[in-house]
């Protein structure tokens, strides 16, 4: 009796949820779209690496599958080498040139192959970084331990299995005099030694040890500072010691600057700087020369260390920096102003980039920002704010546009929908693709956009776009999609083929929602 009441109760329960849910909107239900990665080995992520000859080397081999898998790779360059366990590949490749190699990867379940094109010369970054940035979840509370703990989730989560490869510090790992909000003692201290060499703060005291940390999961290191003598947190800038800093990064391992323009500002307004050349100093900041200098510097004093360092630049889209980011050696440049996770901010900035998407090429990468799913929250973090739709967006967009996919999530808080949003292969792939091409909007009327961007294969990936807050049908035409014929259209985040036709494809697309499609010519 008391049996049949607990199973009452519990029916009646479930019941009433699903009322709930059913009522609820269904745009903020969390759908998970992708089915799950298979048991046997699939090679992901990047299909060309570029790095410098002589430069140490450090490429992971992203596999999914059940563990152990045992890798090898034929044809590898002279100066590398494959550890068959862990499937990282390190060492150093003196000869210039183009090569080939073919990964395999075995497990119990079976085994696969696919080649990596090693690109050794003077282009780095031929895909965009994909990895995390501590400032979205961690802003000034950032420390050597949250890092690690980071690093760690990046492995165990299985992210890196995705192609997700850096681990980033930004901004906080300096002192900082003024830093008063709690009066936190881990932050004072001086900013340079006697010597001038920028100090870490008491949070981050081994920072060679932490990068080597990283390196020894397969991972690659990132770092943050500011042309300016403070950075925007108000921590210790690069100003006046650019070259010093650049080799004390690279002295301590780091892969990755980003350089945020900051308090760069008073400087580049000063007349009475001499050491910003006459013809480079200029009033405003909307002036390209006084804009483009402290990145000369910059970008100059990274090429000449011995390792590779992906130069981002951080400056929020002054003086059209698509337009030189690549001429100072950059490999990517914010485009515009902070993002927030919400839906304005998000579509202000995703859907207005269009003037800079001409300038993406492989090495050389529009920046929107970090992405904003997850745990995020600047110090303070909750789940992100945009609707389960939002995120389809963010992720769809950022692939099409070729930018960075730098998470701002806390890794040790991601839920399953989170987790299957950054782990689809196919959308990764379009990311990913060698042209590094920026999509081209085709067409936009009442808040529908279509979005396409050419691959390397000869085929295109669209995005049918809904920005209106009602589900709509949006077409994607071939005649504006530059395309004549039959083609077999596939359905990126389900991994499914939906339709063959020969002049359009129409979608219903959920309010704030994406659809993303590869377009292949059908036999
Ligand atoms: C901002 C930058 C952020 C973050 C922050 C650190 O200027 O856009 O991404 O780096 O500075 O203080």
Redesign the pocket.
């Known amino acids: 009796m008391k049996q049949t009441l607990v199973i009452a109760i519990l029916t009646l329960l479930v019941f009433t949820n699903n009322i709930f849910s059913q009522s609820s909107s269904d745009s903020l239900k969390a759908v998970i779209l992708t089915p799950p990665s298979p048991d046997k080995p699939r090679i992901n992520g990047a299909r060309v690496f570029g790095v410098r000859p002589g430069s140490p080397f450090l490429f992971y081999i992203p596999v999914t599958g059940i563990r152990p898998i045992k890798f090898s790779a034929t044809n590898l360059p002279k100066g590398l080498k494959l550890d068959a366990k862990t499937g990282i590949i390190t060492g150093s490749a003196a000869e210039k040139g183009t090569y080939v190699i073919t990964l395999k990867a075995k497990n119990s379940k079976g085994s696969t192959e696919r080649n990596l094109k090693i690109v050794v010369g003077r282009t780095i970054a031929l895909t965009p970084p994909m990895g995390w940035?501590s400032?979205?979840v961690f802003?000034?509370e950032v420390s050597a331990d949250k890092v690690k703990r980071a690093t760690n989730a990046m492995v165990n989560s299985g992210l890196m299995n995705h192609g997700w490869s850096y681990i980033n510090v930004?901004?906080?790992w300096e002192n900082n005099h003024s830093y008063r909000r709690t009066n936190d003692t881990t932050l004072q201290g001086d900013y340079r030694d006697a010597q001038g060499n920028v100090q870490p703060n008491a949070r981050f005291k081994d920072m060679k040890g932490l990068a080597d940390y990283i390196h020894s999961k397969g991972l690659k290191a990132g770092l943050?500072s500011s042309p300016g003598p403070l950075?925007?947190?108000q921590c210790a800038g690069s100003w006046q010691h650019e070259m010093q800093d650049a080799q004390t990064y690279s002295d301590w391992g780091f892969d990755y600057l980003?350089y945020?323009?900051?308090t760069y500002d008073k400087i580049a307004r000063d007349s009475t700087q001499n050491d910003v050349p006459h013809y480079y100093r200029k009033p405003k900041m909307s002036d390209s020369s006084g804009a483009i200098y402290p990145y000369v510097v910059m970008g100059k004093a990274l090429a000449a260390q011995k390792r590779d360092i992906v130069f981002s630049l951080?400056q929020?889209g002054m003086a059209d920096v698509w337009k030189w980011g690549a001429s100072v050696n950059g490999n990517c440049w914010?485009t515009t102003?902070?993002i927030v996770d919400t839906w304005k901010s998000l579509s202000s900035i995703g859907f207005s980039q269009d003037r800079c998407a001409p300038y993406s090429a492989p090495g050389h990468y529009n920046d929107p920002?970090?992405l904003i799913l997850g745990y995020v929250g600047w110090g303070n973090p909750h789940p992100t704010r945009l609707t389960p739709d939002e995120q389809y967006t963010h992720i769809s967009l950022w692939s099409l546009l070729s930018a960075p996919l730098l998470l701002g999530c806390d890794l040790e808080r991601l839920d399953a929908f989170t987790l299957n949003l950054i782990t689809n292969d196919e959308v990764i792939d379009i990311d990913q693709d060698p042209l590094a091409k920026g999509a081209k909007r085709v067409s936009s009327k009442d808040s529908l956009d279509v979005f396409v961007k050419p691959l390397e294969d000869g085929n295109i990936a669209v995005g049918l776009f809904n920005r209106s807050t009602k589900k709509a049908t949006v077409t994607g035409n071939w005649q504006d999609l530059g395309i004549t014929g039959k083609q077999t259209v596939r359905d990126l985040w389900r991994q499914k083929d939906v339709a063959v036709t020969s002049d359009k494809y129409e979608a219903e697309v959920a309010p704030h929602g994406v659809v993303l499609l590869k377009l292949t010519p059908a036999k």
């Open positions: 940035n400032w979205n802003a000034s930004d901004d906080y943050y950075t925007c947190g980003k945020d323009w900051c951080c929020y914010r102003g902070d920002d970090m």
